[in-house]
């Protein structure tokens, strides 16, 4: 118990400490007391631009670290599979597209992106879940099904962005995760439907540990185990268009944090989901931080520094688990 405490007390510190680092540090720099000053009187410039630029940026990081986070935990919970993650198998680039398909279509139902995104995203987990079926789920062949379906999503929104050139900045936004001119609009978004999201996560937190047994064994509980599954689905895919429809796609976040909150916090649901969520926040405010500050002012996709991290994690995963490969 005092090993999950310290988990917990240590990765809230180092939250805070990277958010207030995140906010003072950048193009424009200030002081603490100069911030704490400035965010209470409005009458300080710099930190007016700060408070308009970049506290927006650092608590849609956030929320989307979060969100992604939590979606892998329930995607692994209900797929029996360390691999499941929203980048990985599909979800995300089918959101993205959905995201893309509504802002060229409809730009004015903008606040609505994260339902279009929704459907995306269950309409990806749809396919992959009905093409991977075969006599029961194969995860090595559920995760080969995903890529096939992340590819088919990606290409498809990448010409949707190319044929119109007035989607094209959203259309990359939404594809390289650069959280660069975010908006207070976009924060009310990511805060009302990531909520969501997360509140519901935590109510479901008993199924997921049920889900960890056999089939067979839940059924003869009086356990509704297709149900479970469905629901808690239907909330992963939720969660992953969210983050994905404002602050873009963020591979290997929904791989990484899981699998670190296990060796942590254990499998218990109950305090792997919450320990996610925080986690999941930090890696995502930390990628984008180093993005935006190690080649100032030039910028850096907190994508591409997800990338670099989760590439050689996911190989390492791969050569670790015999569950991979049905053994």
């Known amino acids: 118990m005092t090993k999950k405490l310290l988990s917990f007390i240590a990765v809230t510190i180092l939250l805070l400490f990277v958010s207030l680092y995140s906010m003072i540090t950048g193009s424009i720099e200030v002081g603490m007391g100069e911030l704490i000053a400035g965010l209470f009187t409005g009458i300080n410039e710099n930190v007016e631009i700060i408070k308009d630029l970049r506290l927006p940026r650092i608590i849609i990081a956030l929320f989307a670290g979060a969100c992604l986070s939590v979606s892998g935990v329930l995607l692994q ?11 990985i198998i599909g979800v995300a680039s089918g959101a993205g597209f959905a995201s893309i398909l509504m802002i060229t279509f409809f730009p004015t139902l903008f606040f609505y992106t994260p339902l279009f995104s929704f459907f995306g995203g269950a309409v990806a987990f749809l396919l992959v879940y009905m093409f991977a079926w075969k006599s029961g789920l194969d995860p090595l062949r559920m995760i080969l099904i995903g890529v096939a379906v992340n590819a088919i999503f990606t290409g498809l929104s990448q010409l949707l962005s190319s044929m119109n050139a007035s989607s094209m900045m959203s259309g990359i936004s939404v594809t390289t995760s650069t959280l660069t001119m975010k908006t207070w609009n976009d924060v009310q978004i990511i805060l009302l439907y990531g909520s969501i999201g997360l509140l519901l996560s935590l109510l479901v937190y008993s199924w997921c540990n049920h889900l960890g047994l056999r089939d067979k064994t839940l059924r003869n509980l009086g ?27 963020f591979a290997f976040v929904g791989l990484i944090i899981p699998h670190i909150g296990r060796i942590l916090v254990g499998n218990d649901h109950k305090l792997l989901i919450p320990f996610s969520a925080i986690a999941g926040a930090l890696l995502v ?5 180093i993005g935006r500050t190690i080649l100032s002012p030039i910028e850096i996709p907190a994508s591409i520094i997800m990338a670099v991290i989760g590439g050689p994690f996911l ?5 670790k688990s015999d569950r991979i490969y049905g053994n």
């Open 77 to 87: 919970a209900v797929m029996r599979n360390p691999l499941a993650e929203p980048g």
């Open 223 to 249: 356990f509704q185990v297709n149900r479970a599954r469905l629901v808690i689905s239907l909330i992963a895919v939720l969660l992953a268009s969210v983050a994905t429809a404002v602050a873009g796609m």
């Open 315 to 319: 190989i390492f995963l791969l050569r």
């Open 285 to 289: 405010l930390v990628a984008d931080t």
